[in-house]
């Protein structure tokens, strides 16, 4: 149901991103950070993104 679930469109990700990702996180309850729109500069930094 809608309280396990958050239905998120590619069109709204790239065309809004900042507004769709913070609808994310607090769907998931989780604090808001830039971070979550430069995650390019985090990958395989320490405590950053890992490709493997």
Excluded: K
Aim: one cysteine or more; aromatic letters at 8%.
């Amino acid at each position: 149901g809608p309280a396990r679930c958050l239905l998120v469109r590619y069109e709204a990700l790239v065309l809004a991103p900042a507004a769709t990702m913070r609808r994310v996180l607090a769907f998931l309850r989780l604090p808001w950070s830039d971070a979550v729109l430069h995650h390019e500069r985090y990958i395989n930094q320490p405590h950053g993104v890992a490709l493997s």
